[in-house]
């Protein structure tokens, strides 16, 4: 199936689907990650294990609807709450149920990957949502200070170390370096698939930095209720080795939902090697 669009308000949030039929499943990346960054081979891992996969670009990502930027700020301002919203969190959340609705799902597993988002869904509306699978994540319900502690401020050296891009090229080969700084150290850097990505990320919509203080003002913009709230059933998932949130993140993450499971898997960072789709896959709430 090609790209297709649903409405919210004034945002147009393109997405495509992989397979016909099966349990309906929204996989829901964070920040400003297009959707093209789940792998076409998961998604159809995830066909065969029985589902029927939506994934799409959030608001200001990719072939959906983008924002201009806000006046001045930064990144850590917005997350410190200093930055005007231009949408929140609950916005957000919205758009993925728009797209459960274009496809009429009353409801769907939520597949979220670093995503706040997946957690709004599941507090804000959780008739929508059948079960939860949470990776790469800390509560999205944590204050500024709770925050800091599940970050790891290593990685944003190495992202500040990246060149000023001039040419599509360089652009692209910063995307992979942010991937490969963020990746698995215990498994094979998936070069190939990372490179594709990045270059059809780019030709798509490339990367507005910017877009990220908007995404971070959002989820400070609406207080969400506490993760105890949740009802599905809902796996947790961190990486042992993640360079940006540490495994403590996803231990108080699950710790803080009625009845969660919790899996470390060592060597893995903050992306999604190919190694552990299989048991991840397996382990997800039916």
């Known amino acids: 199936m090609g790209i297709e669009y649903a409405v919210n308000g ?6 495509e689907t992989f397979g016909t039929a099966g349990e309906p499943l929204l996989l829901v990346l964070g920040l400003d990650y297009q959707m093209v960054w789940w792998p076409d081979a998961f998604c159809e891992r995830l066909v065969e294990a029985g589902y029927r996969v939506a994934r799409y670009d959030n608001r200001d990502t990719g072939l959906s609807t983008h924002y201009p930027q806000p006046a001045g700020g930064s990144p ?5 709450g200093g930055t005007r919203p231009l949408y929140t969190i609950a916005d957000m959340a ?3 149920l728009a797209v459960m609705d274009a496809l009429g799902w009353a409801n769907a597993h939520v597949l979220g990957g670093t995503s706040a988002i997946a957690q709004a869904m599941a507090l804000l509306h959780p008739e929508r949502v059948r079960g939860l ?3 790469m994540s800390s509560p999205a319900t944590a204050g500024v200070l ?28 910063n995307l992979i370096a942010i991937y490969r700084a963020l990746a698995s150290p ?4 998936p070069e190939e698939w990372v490179r594709e990505a990045a270059t059809l990320s780019h030709s798509r919509a490339p990367r507005d930095p910017r877009t990220t203080q908007r995404h971070l003002a959002a989820g400070r913009a609406v207080k969400l209720p506490p993760l105890s709230g949740i009802t599905a059933p809902t796996l947790v998932v961190s990486g042992a080795d993640d360079p940006l ?3 403590s993140g996803g231990r ?3 710790a803080q939902i009625p009845g969660a499971e919790f899996v470390e898997y060592p060597g893995v960072g903050h992306d999604w090697p190919e190694e552990i789709w299989d048991d991840v896959i397996a382990r997800m709430p039916r």
């Open 186 to 189: 215990g498994y094979p850097f």
């Open 252 to 254: 108080d993450l699950a």
């Open 10 to 15: 004034d945002a147009r949030i393109a997405y």
């Open 94 to 96: 919205a758009d993925g």
């Open 146 to 173: 709770q925050t800091l502690r599940y970050l790891k401020f290593g990685t944003f050296r190495e992202f500040r170390k990246l060149p000023k891009a001039t040419t599509p090229e360089q652009e692209i080969d």
């Open 76 to 80: 850590w301002r917005a997350l410190l």
């Open 245 to 247: 949130i540490k495994p």
């Open 133 to 135: 699978t949470l990776c």
